[in-house]
């Protein structure tokens, strides 16, 4: 009997072991004939859920509604509106229609579907909000490209009906994140969130309708647009994920339309804007046009200068640093888009995390275009802040780096930069890389140089790599004997060597 039961119980943890792991294969034709047979909806609906619910065959999930999706759409459909005549919503049936629409499908068919969801009761547009504002994006779209009324039909629908349910129908799928059982605080109004939210969707097909259907300004003025504006006073989450997805398509929709964007689009970056937060989030994602650059300019200097809580938002604040940086490359010429005192105030008001962002920015740009000799000395003379509360480990290494990845220009840049380094932690990887053979040949060119760095960066300590830095300093000794009188050398031996 105990033997019978603990039996049971380890198959028990098996089945649910396999499931977690993913190693369930889904069976959708499972007496697909059979189940075409029936007449009667009810009954064979009952009988899906009597096949669905058989766990007799280990590693094996049948989903037979699937199969049926696949064999005859339209009959499934027209089932599926009967039961809802007599009061059987079926509501994870049709969540499964939405998210197994098959890719062969027509549009015809996809249109049929289309159709029948104004039909459906406020109960299964909530239970399917997810699948159905997908299944709109990624299939109604193309479908309608030569039937458009139909596309704005079930589109007003939904989200009418979504923000007449209220605040949770407009919820991100996504819950808190945690961390060792923690709950780690962040963003609810980022890209990520409005992913994977109804609201998001719906805005996303609306541009994936501008582009599929090739309209021109005038159409996107007139039909699609409003539509974004009825998104941004969407219940709950809704509006922030509107705001996300449409400040993402920023250069797309002022392409179109100018007035539509200064109009709906732009008083939603200023600080106090209830939006505002959602709105830099899209626009910092979306690629850096000239064009938009003015147009933002005085929100992005009022932003950083106030400095709203949410500005702190990890990824946030590191796009807008980038963001900082290649205005003010992009500055650089004929053009100024901001003036290099603008661009050293904006500068001044990063954090730590965002100054060695905009570092690694910097030295991005550097290396695509090679250009040290004209943007980057002109960045360290007129842009980059001189105090010293600017300067830190964090962007002594991101310099460091610059310094090493530039071996053509080591001594120009160590000259531009050495002001602005500081000491470095004692676990800093920078000895390791200069000891690395792709740089050794920076101390047989520049063995003063190298010296003066090693004097600027290294502390009274450097526990973990004291080992390269006596190596370095040996190998200096080498190349120029008469280094080791230098007090910076004896310095720094007396570290290595304790």
């Not at 842009?383 to 053509?408: G, V």
């Amino acid at each position: 009997m105990q033997t019978s039961f603990n039996q049971k119980c380890l198959f028990a943890c098996l089945v649910v072991f396999v499931n977690l792991s993913g190693w369930v294969e889904t069976n959708i034709s499972t007496k697909i004939p059979e189940l075409e047979l029936i007449k009667d909806s009810a009954k064979l609906f009952d009988e899906i859920k009597k096949i669905e619910d058989d766990n007799s065959v280990v590693f094996s999930r049948n989903r037979p509604f699937i199969g049926l999706i696949q064999h005859n759409i339209q009959h499934i459909l027209n089932q599926l509106l009967k039961e809802l005549k007599f009061g059987n919503l079926r509501e994870e049936y049709w969540q499964q229609l939405f998210e197994n629409t098959p890719k062969s499908i027509t549009a015809e068919e996809n249109l049929i579907i289309a159709n029948a969801i104004p039909l459906l009761p406020s109960s299964i547009i909530h239970h399917c909000r997810f699948s159905l504002s997908k299944w709109i994006n990624e299939k109604l779209v193309d479908a309608c490209k030569d039937n458009q009324t139909i596309f704005f039909k079930v589109w007003d629908f939904l989200i009418t009906t979504l923000n007449g349910i209220g605040p949770d129908a407009t919820e991100s799928a996504l819950g808190e994140s945690k961390l060792e059982g923690k709950i780690i605080k962040q963003s609810r109004n980022t890209h990520i969130y409005a992913l994977n939210s109804p609201i998001g969707n719906l805005v996303s097909s609306i541009f994936s309708a501008c582009s599929s259907w090739n309209l021109d300004s005038s159409d996107c003025s007139k039909t699609l647009f409003p539509r974004l504006e009825t998104s941004l006073n969407s219940k709950g989450e809704g509006a922030s994920h509107a705001a996300v997805m449409i400040a993402l398509e920023l250069n797309f929709i002022l392409f179109h339309d100018k007035n539509w964007v200064k109009l709906n689009l732009i008083p939603l970056l200023e600080p106090d804007n209830l939006l505002s937060e959602s709105t830099w989030q899209g626009v910092m994602q979306a690629k850096v046009y000239k064009e938009v650059i003015p147009i933002i300019k005085p929100h992005l200097i009022n932003c950083l200068t106030i400095k709203p809580e949410w500005i702190w938002d990890e990824k946030l604040k590191k796009n807008l640093a980038a963001y900082v940086i290649i205005v003010g490359y992009f500055s650089y010429g004929k053009k100024k888009y901001y003036s290099d005192l603008e661009l050293r105030k904006l500068i001044r008001c990063f954090d730590s995390d965002m100054l060695s962002h905009a570092l690694w920015t910097f030295n991005k740009i550097l290396a695509k275009d090679n250009n040290w000799t004209a943007f980057g000395r002109h960045f360290f003379i007129n842009i980059w802040p001189k105090e010293i509360e600017f300067q830190n480990t964090n962007t002594s290494e991101r310099l460091l780096n610059l310094i090493l990845e530039s071996p053509n220009n080591f001594d120009d840049v160590l000259k531009f930069t050495l002001p602005f380094l500081s000491k470095v932690e004692s676990n800093s990887l920078f000895l390791f890389r200069l000891k690395k053979a792709s740089h050794s040949k920076l101390l047989e060119q520049y063995p003063d140089e190298v010296l003066q760095l090693l004097d600027k960066v290294i502390g009274s300590r450097i526990e973990h790599y004291d080992r390269y830095l006596k190596e370095i300093l040996y190998e200096l000794n080498k190349i120029k004997p008469i280094i080791k009188n230098h007090p910076s050398w004896r310095r720094l031996i007396e570290i290595a060597e304790h």
